[in-house]
């Protein structure tokens, strides 16, 4: 057995953010939804082998201040420099906040962020 996809949430009608967000901001690729679930909104892309879906949400109560998914890149800083030049607040994660931080997605889902050794490292 193994893990196929994480699904976080969105408002309806956020599919532009999300793509703005996950693909531009983070270079994740969009990929296509089967045809039985395309009416239903949402996008998925490849996170590296692992896909993450973003699915649409009638009501939200606001940011998790823990639950979260882990995205590995192979520059932390860049990345970071480039969530905060567009808007994003990141947090510093205690502890090694130079190899990992964490950033809200526009629909309020965690995100860590940390380098391709991180957590086993």
Known sequence: ????????????????????????????????KPEGARHHGGVWFDAGGLDLHLSLEDRRFGPDARRHFGLAC???????????????????????????FFVLDPFGNRIEIHDLAWPRA
Not at 2 to 27: D, I, Q, W
Not at 78 to 100: M, V
């Open 1 to 32: 057995m193994r893990l196929s996809h994480v699904n976080v949430t969105m408002p309806k009608g956020s599919e532009a953010v999300a793509r703005e967000f996950y693909g531009r901001m983070l270079g994740l690729t969009e990929i296509p």
């Open 74 to 100: 192979d520059d932390v800083k860049s990345i970071r420099a480039k969530l905060e030049r567009a808007g994003f607040k990141t947090d510093n994660a205690s502890p090694f906040p130079e190899r990992r």
